[in-house]
């Protein structure tokens, strides 16, 4: 699987701000584990991250088995 979505670059204790500041535009900002950590909480593997600006690029795979 494959994902590009957004996510946050400032300091964490920023997030909920920037998640309140896009909520009229229905953006979600994720933070910089949130996609990483649900991939692996659901048993992918192999699992690669890219972050370039404000956008992350998020691939893994299925477990064999």
């Known amino acids: 699987i494959a994902v590009l979505t ?9 997030l909920p701000l ?3 500041a896009t909520l009229p535009s229905g ?10 950590d649900a991939f692996a909480a659901n048993g992918l593997t192999d699992i690669q ?16 088995g």
Do not use: N
């Not at 957004?6 to 920023?14: A, E, I, N, Q």
């Not at 953006?27 to 990483?36: A, G, L, N, Q």
């Open 6 to 14: 957004s996510v946050h670059r400032g300091p964490s204790l920023t």
């Open 27 to 36: 953006v979600r900002v994720f933070s910089h584990d949130e996609i990483t």
């Open 18 to 20: 920037a998640r309140l």
């Open 49 to 64: 991250q890219r972050i370039t600006g404000l956008a992350q690029f998020v691939g893994a795979r299925k477990r064999r």
